[in-house]
């Protein structure tokens, strides 16, 4: 089995910054791709930025704010949020695609983060 830890959200004033981070854990094989998706009240949940093989890409919302990196030693996905803006509230939500096991035995799947809150306040 694998776990995503997130931590990182909080209350911030619009202008300020936030750094998530996500930890995943369990028998991991290799991790194919990491992202962040964001849910706020009343709204579907959005895909806001995603790293594969070194290669990103955001919606259109938060881009030039938020960056997207991965350390792949630690297992781990962060996003800095600059500039963060009241449209930017949502629980964020940190997702792996996975592939658990062995070199024998494996499995691919998609695993999510239980998400952090981010609130930012006009």
């Known amino acids: 089995q694998v776990q995503l830890v997130e931590s990182g959200g909080g209350l911030v004033q619009a202008g300020g910054s936030l750094r998530l981070s996500c930890a995943a854990s369990?028998?991991?094989?290799?991790?194919?791709?990491m992202g962040w998706y964001r849910q706020a009240p009343g709204k579907q949940r959005e895909l806001v930025a995603h790293?594969?093989?070194?290669?990103?890409n955001y919606v259109d919302s938060v881009k030039g704010r938020f960056t997207i990196s991965r350390d792949n030693a630690k297992n781990t996905v962060y996003l800095q949020m600059n500039n963060l803006k009241p449209e930017d509230t949502a629980v964020y939500y940190c997702?792996?695609?996975?592939?658990?096991?062995?070199?024998?035995?494996?499995?691919?799947?998609?695993?999510w983060g239980q998400g952090t809150q981010v609130t930012v306040s006009s």
């Open positions: 997702a792996a695609d996975v592939t658990s096991g062995t070199r024998v035995d494996r499995k691919r799947s998609d695993y």
């Open positions: 369990g028998t991991i094989f290799s991790i194919n791709a």
């Open positions: 790293i594969r093989a070194g290669s990103t």
